[in-house]
DNA sequence: CTTTTTACATGCAACTCTGTATGGATATGT
DNA sequence: ACATATCCATACAGAGTTGCATGTAAAAAG
């Protein structure tokens, strides 16, 4: 054993900083957030606590770079199919929007960190999770809302389904799938039965031609 | 200060319990579970820790107790609307039902217990949320497609809707909205939207007359 | 090459929480 | 009325965690 390792490289402290992240995703995910030390997570990533205050100012903080490391806005996904022959198709927009949020969250990382929010932390220190949950759900159904208004005036909306309805509806069974598949993403598939979903919902409330 | 106070009558020592219990709400629901010392419990009742480790073994057997106050199988609403008219009116049934729970949730007991166990807690010691999480949601959807099924043989479905489908689009939307409605129940009513959610989605499922 | 800063490891004091052991006063059984 | 079990308060030992202070070897700056 050597007296004492030191100091690395900025690329190699680098390195540690997001092997301790990956680490607090491990054991956050597997014991919960309240139940892990600081001490857990410094020896899952083969170093000690001195790495983890250095990087962090505590635990909270650790928490926060966590989750800035999968920062998805709604605003992100509708930006990425930017397809000009969709201003006149809510409908189809609103469609692909959902599927590449739905192939973002298959991802390990962003399903990992999602269910950790959602699943495995409580409220603690200066963190409110219930606070940043509140602001993803407002800030997608606010965007659902003004897809499914522009839908509604193209008349592409049944008559007696209103944008605000159509908006809750869809957000609602997209966030209550998230919530199951989060519990055990093994049980199935969140692309496919999301898809059917999205799909069977567009479909229902789409005016008959 | 009277120098000790002594043991209570059988009726009194329930009330205790009862106390005990109501301020394991109150205080998990605001500070989250793991981080509420079984003093803060004992103090918020008026108690110390010593009546605590009376009633309850330890945090986990009180937060089981906190929990069995509550216990409402997904049968009890089936039964509870036995109405020997549905039988031949599944979808009517179903209505019922989600109204039936609607109701219940709106319950300050209900809902503040139901807010711990999905918002406030994560695992710990002997108990998993998650698992009690996939108990509820597994027996629900199961007698949702039981009933849906028996509406599909009825010919009360869309053609292109299977029974499976109906259910998890109903479970998804119900649940979705329970989650949020959870995290801030002041934000709205949860029976109105409930109702018109469950309104809305069978109307939609139905086949057209 | 020298100095300074970086990137950690190690050690320590303080705090909090738990579980249990003990004690006491009264309700309850007989 | 007496003995006993009940209901709860108090005290204590132990473990675990946090934050900081210190040490230190190498990288970076000059």
Redesign the pocket.
Known sequence: MQ????????A??AA??EALLDAAEDIFLERGVART????I?RQAG?????V???FR??ADLFRAMLDRVRMPFQELVEEIDDPALVDAPLEAIRLACLQGLARLEQPRYRRVHAILIHHCEVFGEIDPLAMQNEIAEESCGALIEYFTVACEHRLLRSDITPELAARLLQSSLGGLFHDWLRNHEHFSIRERGTEMVDTLLKLLAREP
């Not at 007296?3 to 900025?10: L, N, V």
């Not at 030390?37 to 857990?40: C, F, W």
Request: net charge positive; hydrophobic share 30%.
């Open positions: 007296p004492t390792m030191a100091r690395r490289t900025k190699e402290a540690t900083r030390s600081l001490e857990q410094a170093m000690t606590r001195g790495a205050y250095w990087h505590n635990k």
